[in-house]
């Protein structure tokens, strides 16, 4: 069936550095789309949201890309610190209108080094 | 900022028993969704409501059902638990019905079945 994946299961940054997060969709109906932050034991933090009708929106520290050509979507946070440690998953909402529930992807575990 | 709240945090149960997990959104959203995640899962969507009514049904067990009352809190109840059952339970609550509303989660139930 049509999901939501990431690329990559672990990233293992260096403190200060940008981060780069993927994600892959596969309902090209798809026309919202987040990226949730998750610290262990903890409910999805949500981080930003961009529309099918946009290709790039910005928060502080964080951008996301949505490429619809390819299906790709991606997550930067820049000047990552210690406390962006956790998983950080994508998830879509169809266009099917109404209360739909959400399709997360894998979750991609970001490792800050000191 | 209130978010949304969940109870009880823990829930320990024994195979073949019932459990019922509560919901209480943030104030003025009136719709509400309920996910699993089992260990290093994604979460997956269960069911949602809108003023009271199902509006979205992912994967939730026949076993599971759900409602929403007036005051817009939701219960989900699980009967004949199983095993497998052993979950992260998490409620979200969205401002309004429609498929582009940014979905807030709560803290999660951890449920373990024994």
């Known amino acids: 069936g049509e999901s939501v994946g990431l690329h990559l299961p672990t990233l293992s940054v260096q403190e200060g550095d940008n981060s780069i997060i993927n994600c892959a969709y596969s309902n090209s109906a798809s026309d919202y789309f987040i990226w949730y932050k998750q610290e262990s034991g903890k409910g999805p933090q949500f981080i930003i949201d961009i529309r099918s009708n946009m290709d790039k929106r910005q928060g502080q520290r964080v951008t996301v890309l949505l490429n619809k050509t390819v299906k790709h979507l991606s997550l930067q946070i820049a000047a990552t610190q210690p406390g962006d440690s956790a998983v950080y998953f994508c998830?879509?909402?169809?266009?099917?209108?109404?209360?739909?529930?959400?399709?997360f992807g894998k979750g991609t575990h970001l490792i800050i080094q000191p | 900022a209130a978010g949304v709240i969940q109870s009880p945090r823990h829930l320990i149960k024994e195979k073949r028993e019932t459990a019922t997990l509560k919901c209480y959104p943030i104030p003025r959203h009136d719709t509400v969704y309920w996910y699993q995640q089992g260990p290093g899962q994604d979460p997956q969507f269960l069911i949602s409501f809108y003023e009271k009514m199902q509006s979205d049904k992912g994967s939730i067990p026949d076993r599971f059902s759900a409602q929403q009352f007036s005051d817009y809190h939701s219960e989900l109840n699980m009967s004949s638990l199983e095993l497998g059952d052993s979950a992260l339970y998490f409620c979200?609550?969205?401002?309004?019905?429609?498929?582009?509303?940014?979905?807030?989660f709560g803290p999660g139930t951890r449920l373990t079945v024994l």
């Open positions: 979200a609550s969205s401002p309004r019905r429609g498929s582009t509303d940014t979905q807030y």
């Open positions: 998830a879509e909402n169809g266009s099917g209108g109404g209360a739909d529930g959400l399709t």
